[in-house]
């Protein structure tokens, strides 16, 4: 089988939340046979990368889209970067610094955020290995902005995405702001081009709602157990749940490994 280069979002597919959070066992095996035949395991998160880097480094994995689709790093160098205008984000601060509405922003390094829930500081925390948490009011390049309760910001930002250069992305309890043409795909197409991967030669595994489109549009899309059913509904391939070994079984009965 030629080469793949196989994409993995993070939370609720490489990284499950029954019990502690961890990567399941069978998971880890499966990745390591990837690189085995030859395949080029990856990351595609919403994450930034301060809280890609310690779970994809304890899998051996170097390729990262991060920010859903705002920068790829390769082997720890930045491929590309895409930010927020400067407009915008201003306007994000003055709205939301002193607000209780919840939101946060994402540059590569730190969470820009209102929200001062301990879960959250557990969080980031443990995910990133250091504290990467600071007041919203200090952001300033950002690459993502994700407001909480969809009807909660200014109408007004409608009307302004064009001269923004943004890109409007409503979830049943969040929207995201991101750069005119920024999405989990975008990103992977650049990385993949960047290293001489075939977009054919693209693999997608996911759960999530911002999976949608690199599971739509890679050559094979697959959607873990848990998996949102708007997912699994343009999904190739469903695994069983990722806690009983879902994704190493999806890719012994595929030929991937």
Known sequence: MKSKLVFFDIDGTLVSYAGKSHVPEPTVEALKRLA?????PAVATGRNLALTRKT???LGIDSLVCCNGAQGIRKGESLY???LSEDFTQNFRSEFSSSSRKSYALDAENVYTNMNEDYLDAYLLEQAGHSC??????????????VFDSDSFPPQWRKRRKSWNLDIVEF?????????????????VRLATAVGFDVKDIVTVGDGLNDMDMIQN?????????????????????????????????FCDLGLI
């Not at 085995?36 to 080029?40: D, E, N, P, S, W």
């Not at 948490?133 to 994700?146: D, G, M, T």
């Not at 959607?223 to 009983?244: N, R, S, W, Y």
């Open 36 to 40: 085995q035949k030859g395949h080029v």
């Open 56 to 58: 994809a480094s304890s």
């Open 81 to 83: 970067e895409v930010f």
């Open 133 to 146: 948490k600071k007041n919203l009011i200090s952001a300033e390049r950002v690459h993502l902005v994700c």
């Open 172 to 188: 049943p309890n969040s929207t995201e702001f991101r750069p005119s043409g920024t999405s989990k795909w975008s990103g992977i």
């Open 218 to 250: 890679a050559s094979l899309g697959i959607a873990v157990g848990g998996a949102k059913p708007e997912l699994k509904a343009v999904a190739d391939f469903i695994t069983q749940d990722i806690d009983e070994g879902g994704i190493f079984s999806a």
